[in-house]
């Protein structure tokens, strides 16, 4: 039902779906929030946003407050000046204020809008109880004395993820954040980071690195190589003052060079191979379980590259970690295979060598620290940075990013295809899968516009395409007439939406791409802060030119993934690939 | 399925000294009655806490899994309510009031003196099992502020130099009971 009311003196007529933030949004006023944040959370909580309504004795939170017909809204007064400035002491005197050498400083909405109302005095006692700093996990950092209880962090983990690792206990001034257990290590957490992602202030972030990174730069005993994950080109320059969906390529890689990283790898070109390892084991799950009737096959098979859905699965749905592709992720083979093959070609030995990777992904740092990664004989990869570290670390070095020029990747791991930069978005895996797989079982091109098959890449929600094989080449005549359906879904909680389908029956696949974090790697809990749909499209789009503009734009095309076979490995998912490029994994079940 | 009274099953029991083994094959009977029961997450605490004598995070672990609940969500009630006790109780409960009248009027004080005699932080319990300090937000008898509450005993206008004095007498109790 539409209702007409009055903002300040203007009227608008709205839905009375509406709340008097959104309505003064389109009158042009922007009232400041704090708890609020959009598509996630509307709880409430921390009454910044208040506003007068005429006829009400107290003020109301707009964001909470829905329209209705005849209402009066003042959102600017002497008055409400004054209470949102003495809400912001309030919350200010349970806060440790330590902003000169705080990490959100400056990119803090809580600073900011202390600044806006010009705290400029504590008159209340400042009353911070058993600060405690939980630092257990290898991704995820918690601080109690800057958490301001505002909840968005719990809204992102169990609305959002499912995941249902964090919440709020005890009462009143008591309250706290925390997983309940000592530590976030032992909990539930799969690492996605879309709490530290949200959080308003430095009370949820990701665990530091840099320090480490920067001793081994400077160490001249080591050798320091860096990969860059597919979605950091989309996003990276947001952390430098571009606005979202800048590619930044180019000036990404000349900006490593400055920092002294001796060789600069694309985590493209292990994606590149990622296709070739998983798309190989699918066809010979597909073989066993429809030419031999294998019934000891797990299908659907699941994509294993993102390790915040890992994770859930092994603690959410243990019974079913066999149908994980036993492929590493591209960052893990990329570690591996510089310590490997790389390291004998150069004739560096692997200890000399450290392996760092941005990631846009909180759950990275974790990943690489897993026992089973170090089919090298070393630690695969030594050090993970989000793609907002990373930025941090170039304002440190003082490198003037925006007039960069570009360079390009190094030999021989910085070569890849379209295909590959795909990987960032949800849905891309998948397309990237098929459009080689097609290729390999057929000898045709996947036939679909632009290559892109319909309604597959996106950023929301759950996808289902299927694809069916006809005229196959003699090796794969089996799978003629074989009507393959495959799903992509991003964000946990509608993989678990998936996969109870799956449990009970309702729906079968014979492949799914699963994404912990919503719309992909493209808003990873590492990206710069704060992303909403409007960035995340913009990110997609900018990915998805990268791969429209490069001539190859299939995994099996990559020229350097063929050498690295016919030199090395042998073929995909040879003895040497499974040992080098293949993980297992842990049932861990819920506490 | 009917409605089990926790109170009755807590009653019955006779656990204080049977060894944790025994105690959680207990807990985990009575919690399969209580199953997808609604409501039926604060009474497992309560038969918990009467099973324990206070819940350690094991057992809020196993309330959890047998009641198929997330773990933080069985931590939030359990830590909502000061019924429930994460730590093991001593022999006295000490409450210093922090409402209104008893912190203007000194019940900071007290609570720092308290902390300072005792060696123990809010929530926690001294070694030899005799106090548990807690803090709490009025308890009605702010005429008579600062109040400081002893199980059943409410001290009026108590001043700090008086704390050694209160606990004190406690100890001596219990030197008298044996
Ligand atoms: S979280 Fe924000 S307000 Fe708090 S210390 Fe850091 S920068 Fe300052
Ligand atoms: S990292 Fe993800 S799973 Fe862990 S607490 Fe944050 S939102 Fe929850
Ligand atoms: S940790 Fe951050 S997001 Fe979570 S409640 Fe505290 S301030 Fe809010
Ligand atoms: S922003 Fe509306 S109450 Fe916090
Ligand atoms: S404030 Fe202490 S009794 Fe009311």
Not at chain 1, 52 to 73: F, Q
Not at chain 1, 509 to 529: K, N, T, V
Request: contains cysteine; aromatic residues 8%; charged residues 25%.
């Amino acid at each position: 039902m539409n209702v007409t009311i009055s903002i300040d003196g203007i009227n608008i007529e709205v839905t009375d779906s509406t709340t008097i933030l959104e309505a003064a949004l389109q009158v042009g006023i922007k009232i400041p929030t704090l708890c609020f944040m959009k598509d996630l959370h509307k709880e409430g909580i921390c009454r910044i946003c208040l506003v007068e309504v005429a006829g009400r004795p107290a003020l109301m939170p707009s964001c909470v407050l829905y329209a209705t017909e005849g209402m009066k809204i003042i959102t600017d007064s002497p008055v409400i000046r004054r209470v949102r400035k003495t809400t912001l002491e309030l919350i200010l005197s349970n806060h440790v204020k330590d902003c000169l050498n705080c990490e959100r400083s400056t990119n803090c909405e809580l600073q900011e809008l202390a600044n806006r109302f010009g705290v400029d005095s504590w008159r209340f006692d400042e009353q911070i109880e058993n600060r405690t700093i939980d630092d257990t996990s290898y991704s995820i950092v918690r601080d109690s004395g800057k958490c301001i209880l505002c909840r968005r962090c719990i809204s992102a983990c169990s609305e959002m993820q499912s995941v249902n690792s964090i919440g709020i206990i005890s009462r009143g001034s008591h309250s706290m954040v925390t997983s309940g257990l000592d530590s976030l290590a032992d909990s539930v957490c799969v690492n996605c980071g879309q709490c530290a992602a949200v959080c308003p202030v430095n009370a949820i972030y990701e665990k530091d690195e840099i320090g480490f990174v920067e001793k081994a730069l400077s160490d001249p005993d080591k050798f320091v190589v860096v990969q860059t994950a597919p979605a950091i080109r989309a996003a990276l320059g947001e952390t430098q003052g571009l606005p979202p969906g800048t590619c930044v390529t180019g000036k990404m890689v000349s900006a490593l060079k400055i920092m002294g990283f001796k060789a600069i790898f694309d985590t493209n070109f292990t994606a590149d191979l990622t296709i070739l390892e998983e798309g190989t084991e699918l066809l010979q799950r597909l073989e066993k379980a429809i030419q031999f009737k294998d019934p000891s096959v797990k299908l659907p098979m699941f994509t294993s590259c993102s390790p915040g859905w890992v994770k859930f699965l092994e603690h959410n749905y243990p019974d079913y970690t066999d149908n994980l592709s036993t492929a590493k992720s591209p960052q893990q083979m990329m570690g591996t295979i510089i310590k490997t093959y790389y390291s004998e070609k150069k004739g560096i030995p692997p200890e000399k060598i450290v392996v760092v990777s941005i990631m846009p992904c909180t759950a990275k740092k974790f990943e690489a620290r897993r026992p089973e990664m170090t089919s090298s004989g070393f630690q695969d990869v030594d050090f993970v940075l989000t793609t907002r570290q990373l930025g941090k670390m170039l304002d440190k070095r003082g490198v003037d990013f925006i007039n960069l020029p570009d360079s390009s990747f190094d030999d021989p791991l910085g070569r890849s295809t379209g295909a590959a930069d795909i990987f960032a978005s949800s849905g891309g895996v998948m397309e990237a899968a098929l459009r080689t797989v097609y290729e390999l079982v057929t000898g045709r091109e996947l036939p679909a516009e632009k290559l892109h098959v319909n309604g597959l890449m996106d950023i929301h929600g759950i996808r289902e395409v299927s694809l069916t094989f006809e005229n196959c080449l003699e090796r794969y005549t089996w799978l003629n007439g074989v009507t393959a359906i495959v799903g992509a879904a991003s964000g946990l909680g509608n993989a678990r939406k998936v996969m109870e389908k799956i449990i009970s029956g309702e729906k079968s696949y014979h492949f799914i791409e699963f994404m912990a974090c919503p719309g992909g790697c493209i808003s990873g809990g590492g990206q710069p802060r704060l992303t909403d749909d409007i960035v995340r499209m913009k990110r997609f789009n900018a990915i998805k030119k990268e791969d429209e503009g490069k001539k190859l734009r299939k995994s099996h095309e990559n020229p350097s993934v063929m050498d690295l076979y016919t030199a090395y490995l042998g073929s995909p998912c040879s003895d040497k690939a499974h040992h080098l490029l293949h993980t297992h994994y842990t049932k861990r079940g819920l506490l | 399925m009917h409605y089990i009274n926790p109170i009755t099953i807590a009653k019955q029991c006779t656990c204080q000294n049977q060894t944790d083994i025994e105690k959680f094959e207990k807990l985990g009977e009575i919690l399969s009655m209580y199953k997808d029961e609604p409501g039926s997450l604060i009474n497992s605490l309560y038969v918990a806490q009467t099973i324990f004598g206070y819940l350690p995070d094991k057992v809020i672990k196993f309330v959890a899994s047998r009641l198929n609940e997330p773990v933080i969500k069985v931590f939030g009630v359990a830590t909502f309510y000061s019924y429930f006790s994460r730590f093991p109780r001593g022999k006295y409960t000490i409450k210093v009031c922090l409402g209104t009248a008893c912190y203007v009027r000194g019940g900071k004080t007290l609570l720092e003196k308290v902390k300072k005699e005792l060696g123990i932080s809010i929530g926690e319990t001294t070694p030899d099992g005799l106090y548990t300090l807690e803090i709490v937000r009025c308890v009605g008898a702010c005429a008579l502020a600062p109040v400081v509450v002893v199980n059943n005993d409410t001290h009026r206008r108590v001043k700090s130099n008086q704390i050694p004095e209160i606990l004190q007498s406690y100890i001596s109790e219990v030197s008298n009971e044996n």
